[in-house]
Structure formats: C-alpha cells, structure tokens
C-alpha cells in the first residue's frame, strides 16, 4: 500500500481546484455516476441505465431496435435504422454526438445481413468512425434482429484514431481508436490482412488475429502487454484448446489481460476467431487483480485494472477452488455465484458493485432474461451500470453431468472504476 500525503499531492494546484479534488475524493463512488435516460427513443426495460457518465465516458447500453413504445418492426433495416437512433438518442441526450463515440459491438441475428448493417450504421459516422466488433449471435430480447451497443468520450479531443499502413477504409471502422488514457481495438479477423483468405487450419487463424491487434497496438506505440481486456469470439469450429495454446505465448504467466472467450454463431467474412478489446497507454498503470481463491492463469487474469479502470473476465455461475464447478441447474441461481465471483476482484481492490460502470449478459437462452435481471438488479443500489444482454450460441443441453455438475447457463463480464488513491 502507498500512502501519500494529501497536502503534497494539492500543492502548486488552483485554491478551486484543490477544493474540487477535495469535492470529488470524499463524494460516495455511485455519485460520481451519472445516467442518461433519453426523452426519445427506447426506455429502459431492464435493471440498467441507458447511458452512463463514469468520469469522462459514456458507456450505452444495447438498447435493441425497439421504439419509444417498445415495438420492434418489421425487416431488418428498420430495425437496424431503429437500434441505431436509439444510440444516437442515448448519446445526445448526454450532450455530445455520434463523432464522440469511439467503440462499439454490434450483435446480428444473420450474418447475411452484415453489407446492410454496414450501409445503415455508417450513415451514423460520416468522418471518424469507432473501433468495432461485430457477431452473428443465435438471439436478443423480443427477437430483434440486431443490437449495439456503445463507448463515447466527453471531448472530441480525446478521440485519435490509429492509421494502420495497409488497412482497407471501405467497411465503416476504424482499426483502433486512442483516447487520453486508453486504446480501443476493432475486432481483428483470423484472416490475411492483405489478401482476406481465412486459412483452413484453425492455429494460424488464430495467429492472424492476435498478429492484427499487435499492428494496431503498434501503431498507436503501444504492444500487448497494454492490453487490460480481450474478447476472443469464436466459432465452434475452432478449437478452444488451440486458440489457448497460441494465445498463451503472447503474455507471461500471470500477466494475461481479463479475457471474456465466448462463442458465437458467426463472424464476418466467414471467419472463425476475431480478437478485440480495451488497452491502457501508459503501462505503469496496470495492474493485475488476482483474488486469493483464483489460481494464476496463462490465458486470462481474473480482473486487470489501468488508470482506475477495472475490467473483468467473463465470470459463470462455478464454484472455484477443489472439487469446483457449477452446481445447480436455474440459471439465476449461477447468476448469484457470478455475482460472488466478480465481487472477489472488486473487494480486492477496496470497492464493490457499486463501482460498476458496464456490464455485459450471456445467456445460454435469451427466454432467461427476466429471471436473470430479477437476480441481477439485487446487487445495485445506486445508479444501474449500463448493460447489454444476448445469447450468443444455441441453448446447451440442460443435463446433470458427473458429480452434480451443470452446464453453464449464462457469463457475466464487468466494467468497474475507481478512481486512483
């Protein structure tokens, strides 16, 4: 523990802004919080927020394609035109505009819609369009066809896209985008960049891809030791344990980014594996959060923080340590134990849930939702974290394995902040 003495830190700073700082520090961590709830466009259905303030960002959920009704039409442009203005509503109702935002994820029903989706959403980003990720998932609430959701930062200052040499301009992303303190990586494709043929064998797919984020990173100046979070999104023609292998090598034992590895139905351009996540500039500000019942990892550490932010890997429903696994078949219940385990790394560091900024929800069966939330909602007492829900693969089947253990029916990753002592 480092202990500072606050004159110290304060001397030389502005009498105001001594106070401010002063303000800030003792105010609750929820206060510092703020949500936006648009007068258009989707109300919240759900125990989240639509958008939410946490310093200078703004994290939107994925508000779906309904409308201030909350119907959802018919076809797929309306509903991608749809679920876009609900972005947009979130965004200007926060005060700042579509060109602030700087990264999103964009979930499709149908990968057969992917040239559609890219003629309506860049109609949404003109000049610098975010870094982004796109799935082809297996379902979304109310049977939507498509959902976004959406990172933004206060100041236009604060966004620098990352040229990257080679890079095709035509889709409507950018291969990174670098704010004051962080970096946001577009998803990179198991595929060559300059040819785009997917290789038949899985494990240079998988090389591909993590040789797509080491470019962008190192573009901006930065390697994947930066890296604070990653989600590998594959297709279940690619193996697990050899995406595993390769990715291991990439990072020293023990210093993994939190990983949340979740299994999609599809991705673009038929391929297999796409690599995209969140990294941090200045490298003396991460730091990996290891709670005690957690054993050291080479592919995934339980939670990495960088300059206040904490971001988490994805956590089930399992009950760690000898003899683990998950135990129980409703899947509220392993919710609870998610909420558990995600609650180790935040106490690890000194906060709780309260923390929490944004948080993503995978359910084995979008039918699940409601009593998922009912869970979920138990464990905010202040402003509710922004959140996005879906399921990403056909339903498991829902048998009793060895031992009393269960197939796990959903995963939960974490955003938290908490501002630097």
């Known amino acids: 523990m480092i202990r500072c003495n606050a004159g110290s830190i304060l001397s030389g700073t502005p009498l105001m802004t001594r106070f401010a700082l002063i303000v800030l520090a003792a105010m609750p961590l929820a206060a510092q919080f703020q949500p936006v709830i648009p007068a258009t466009g989707a109300r919240p259905d759900g125990p989240y927020s639509p958008g939410l303030w946490a310093q200078d960002y703004l994290y939107v959920s994925g508000p779906g394609p309904r409308d201030a009704s909350g119907r959802i039409a018919a076809g797929f442009d309306a509903q991608a035109r749809q679920a876009m203005e609900n972005v947009k509503a979130v965004v200007e109702a926060a005060g700042i505009t579509m060109e602030h935002v700087v990264y999103t994820h964009v979930y499709l029903r149908d990968m057969g819609n992917y040239d559609a989706m890219n003629r309506i959403y860049g109609e949404y980003f003109k000049k610098t369009p975010p870094a982004r990720a796109v799935l082809g998932i297996a379902g979304l609430r109310g049977g939507a066809l498509m959902d976004v959701k959406a990172v933004a930062v206060r100041h236009l200052y604060q966004k620098q896209p990352v040229a990257v040499p080679g890079w095709d301009p035509k889709e409507p992303y950018t291969p990174g985008i670098l704010t004051h303190d962080q970096i946001y990586v577009s998803a990179m494709l198991g595929r060559d960049l300059e040819t785009g043929q997917v290789p038949a064998d899985p494990a240079p797919q998988v090389q591909l891809a993590l040789d797509g984020m080491s470019r962008v990173l190192a573009a901006a100046g930065l390697d994947l030791r930066h890296m604070l979070f990653v989600n590998p999104f594959l297709t279940n023609k690619l193996p697990a344990g050899t995406m595993n292998e390769i990715y291991a090598r990439h990072w020293k034992l023990g210093t993994a980014p939190a990983r949340g590895t979740i299994y999609v139905v599809s991705l673009p351009h038929g ?12 490298l003396s500000k991460r ?7 957690f054993h050291t990892s080479s592919t995934a550490s339980p939670c990495v923080t960088g300059a206040g932010w904490m971001y988490c890997s994805g956590k089930a429903g399992f009950i760690t340590g000898v003899n683990g696994g998950i135990f129980h078949h409703d899947p509220g219940v392993q919710l609870r134990q998610s909420m558990r385990n995600l609650l180790d790394s935040l106490e690890e560091i000194g906060t709780d849930f309260r923390a929490t900024v944004e948080t993503t929800l995978y359910l ?18 202040g402003p509710a974290p922004s959140q996005t829900a879906l399921q990403q693969i056909p339903p498991a089947n829902r048998v009793e394995g060895p031992e009393g253990r269960w197939p796990a029916l959903e995963q939960l990753t974490l955003i938290a902040f908490k501002p630097a002592q």
């Open 271 to 282: 391929a297999q594996i796409e690599y995209t996540g969140v990294g941090v500039r200045d």
């Open 287 to 293: 730091h990996v959060i290891y709670p005690r019942n």
């Open 364 to 381: 084995d069966n979008i039918a699940d939702y409601q009593k998922a939330a009912n869970v979920y909602k138990l464990y905010f007492d």
